[in-house]
């Protein structure tokens, strides 16, 4: 019973352990690999909350240990990779600590989470693993593509920060935003916008994949459908 209790917390652990060895490569100019491990460290964060639901193992340190790794994963990770993006890019120190910015809102972001009772199946404000993939993946396309036209279009001294300002004031404002969580209740408003996320995501992979563009953009793209549509949503006062 004790070992099936910490199976979550051992799953948790392994999310942040992804994410402070990924921090490590970030900063040795490897933003590929750190990527693939911001990608396996959400997985990880998927599992962990699955598996405490499958095993009724439940606790208090489980749920702080998550908030802990989420920050290095999905807070810390990203504001780095963005970070060396733009220092290596010759920009100036200064310049570069702009993407910092995000490991703080991001500390907000979890915070707020853990205590707001209106976030149990939906919400408020982008989710702390979108803002990181949509960061992550800008950092490895630049990797894996120095000459593209978006990848001079990063090393600039605008688009970073700007992306940076962006991110920061979805992940501290009060947006409503849909889920994916597992066994929350979806009324007919919520199951139209997974629907409809589902049927975007699947169309920004097919272009991606026709057009020959690096695979990390498929993973951009669909974070960006994802806040476009809460924010149409939102606009048109769209209620779930």
């Not at 590929?32 to 491990?37: E, Q, T, V």
């Not at 707020?112 to 800008?138: W, Y």
Request: overall charge neutral.
């Amino acid at each position: 019973m004790k070992v099936r209790g910490n199976i979550p917390n051992a799953i948790t652990s392994l999310n942040l352990l992804c994410g402070v060895v990924g921090v490590v490569f970030a900063l040795s100019g490897r933003p590929d690999i750190a990527f693939y491990l911001m990608l396996a460290a959400a997985v990880c964060d998927f599992c962990d909350g699955f598996a405490a639901r499958l095993l009724h193992a439940y606790s208090p340190v489980g749920k702080e240990l998550d908030s802990l790794a989420d920050m290095v994963s999905f807070g810390v990770l990203p504001s780095v990779m963005l970070h060396d993006l733009m220092h290596s890019a010759g920009n100036a120190l200064w310049l570069s600590m702009i993407p910092l910015l995000l490991a703080v809102s991001s500390g907000l972001r979890l915070a707020k989470f853990n205590v707001d009772e209106r976030q149990h199946t939906s919400f408020l404000g982008l989710p702390t693993p979108a803002c990181a993939m949509a960061c992550g993946s800008i950092a490895a396309f630049c990797h894996f593509k120095p000459l593209s036209p978006f990848t001079a279009l990063c090393a600039g001294v605008w688009f970073i920060p700007a992306v940076t300002l962006v991110l920061c004031i979805l992940l501290v404002c009060e947006l409503p935003m849909f889920s994916f969580k597992s066994g929350s209740e979806c009324s007919n408003i919520e199951g139209m916008k997974r629907t409809a996320f589902f049927c975007i995501a699947v169309s920004v992979i097919v272009i991606v994949a026709v057009l020959g563009f690096n695979w990390t953009m498929a993973v951009l793209g669909t974070i960006t459908a994802y806040i476009l549509e809460n924010l149409i949503f939102a606009a048109f006062r769209v209620r779930g």
